[in-house]
């Protein structure tokens, strides 16, 4: 199936703007209506600037959640999604920072207990990637950042929230297709979320007697800004091609999963659970 929206080849500098990307990413929730499945709730979404954690922040405001937005230094993006939140009639609190700081983890969490009196979901989403030509290009300096943001983010930011978790909180952490298969040009973001999947599994055990569910979301391709600030313009320009529909996802048709793993109405018996959204892909094992 062709793609639709082709995209032509462009770059920016890391971490990217969603403004600058053509063609524009629908990551706005325009066309969502909430049903109330998340009234009350209070939610902390890292990443939650632009991308899937903007579509998951606004999707979870429009279905009566309160949500804190942590990300890196993209403050115009994150005034959008604030705007957005707030549009649906919810409350929002912006945190930036670097979520590789310890400190800055608990940081965070204390900021959103703080401001919205606590906290019931927490969608880890933040993530870095550098893809290289080569293994021997890999150094130790990037494999540790990689590890700090993606995965050592996660945990931080976890812990720190435990203690405010109550029976019918939710974790949702987020994945990826290459921590299902592995990437040979994407060598430690792939063996983060790969990480991740396995921690996911094992939280979900050991949290099942408190009535904490833990589940991830493994995308294929989405056209989100990690795409054009980290990849080559002739990269970005086939991105999400090779999957049998032909494109990458947009956020918004993301989100609506993070709705039904949050929503103890719809998936109170998920927990340890890998949803994978791969375009049609299909994986052996």
Same mark, same amino acid.
């Given at each position: 199936?062709?793609?639709?929206? *082709?995209?032509?080849?462009? =770059?920016?500098?890391?971490?990217?703007?969603?403004?600058?990307?053509?063609?524009?990413?629908?990551?706005?929730?325009?066309?969502?209506?909430?049903?109330?499945?998340?009234?009350?709730?209070?939610?902390?979404?890292?990443?939650?600037?632009?991308?899937?954690?903007?579509?998951?922040?606004?999707?979870?405001?429009?279905?009566?959640?309160?949500?804190?937005?942590?990300?890196?230094?993209? =403050?115009?993006?994150?005034? =959008?999604?604030?705007?957005?939140?707030?549009?649906?009639?919810?409350?929002?609190?912006?945190?930036?920072?670097?979520?590789?700081?310890?400190?800055?983890?608990?940081?965070?969490?204390?900021?959103?207990?703080?401001?919205?009196?606590?906290?019931?979901?927490?969608?880890?989403?933040?993530?870095?990637?550098?893809?290289?030509? @080569?293994?021997?290009?890999?150094?130790?300096?990037?494999?540790?950042?990689?590890?700090?943001?993606?995965?050592? *983010?996660?945990?931080?930011?976890?812990?720190?929230?435990?203690?405010?978790?109550?029976?019918?909180?939710?974790?949702?952490?987020?994945?990826?297709?290459?921590?299902?298969?592995?990437?040979? @040009?994407?060598?430690?973001? @792939?063996?983060?979320?790969?990480?991740?999947?396995?921690?996911?599994? *094992?939280?979900?055990?050991?949290?099942?007697?408190?009535?904490?569910?833990?589940?991830?979301?493994?995308?294929?391709?989405?056209?989100?800004?990690?795409?054009?600030?980290?990849?080559?313009?002739?990269?970005?320009?086939?991105?999400?091609?090779?999957?049998?529909?032909?494109?990458?996802? =947009?956020?918004?048709?993301?989100?609506?999963?993070?709705?039904?793993?949050?929503?103890?109405?719809?998936?109170?018996?998920?927990?340890?659970?890998?949803?994978?959204?791969?375009?049609?892909?299909?994986?052996?094992?």
């Amino acid at each position: 199936m062709p793609d639709p929206e *082709s995209r032509p080849p462009q =770059h920016q500098e890391p971490p990217g703007t969603t403004a600058a990307m053509r063609p524009q990413p629908r990551d706005s929730m325009a066309d969502y209506v909430g049903r109330g499945l998340l009234d009350g709730r209070k939610a902390l979404v890292t990443g939650g600037d632009s991308g899937i954690g903007r579509a998951v922040a606004i999707a979870f405001a429009k279905e009566g959640a309160d949500v804190a937005i942590a990300y890196l230094s993209e =403050h115009a993006d994150a005034e =959008h999604t604030a705007r957005e939140v707030r549009a649906a009639g919810r409350d929002c609190v912006t945190l930036p920072g670097d979520l590789a700081d310890g400190a800055h983890c608990r940081g965070v969490v204390d900021q959103t207990v703080g401001q919205f009196g606590g906290l019931d979901l927490l969608v880890n989403n933040v993530a870095t990637q550098n893809p290289l030509d @080569s293994p021997d290009e890999l150094t130790e300096e990037q494999w540790l950042r990689t590890f700090e943001v993606n995965m050592h *983010s996660y945990f931080r930011v976890t812990a720190a929230a435990l203690p405010h978790l109550r029976e019918g909180s939710a974790i949702i952490n987020t994945s990826s297709v290459n921590g299902l298969r592995g990437n040979k @040009s994407l060598i430690d973001y @792939s063996a983060t979320k790969g990480a991740i999947i396995a921690w996911t599994y *094992s939280m979900a055990q050991a949290l099942a007697d408190r009535g904490v569910r833990v589940n991830c979301v493994a995308p294929g391709p989405v056209w989100t800004p990690l795409i054009p600030s980290t990849f080559d313009p002739e990269h970005v320009e086939k991105f999400g091609t090779n999957v049998p529909l032909g494109r990458p996802a =947009h956020p918004d048709e993301l989100a609506p999963t993070y709705v039904f793993l949050a929503a103890n109405q719809l998936s109170s018996y998920y927990t340890g659970e890998v949803i994978a959204a791969l375009g049609g892909e299909t994986l052996p094992g």
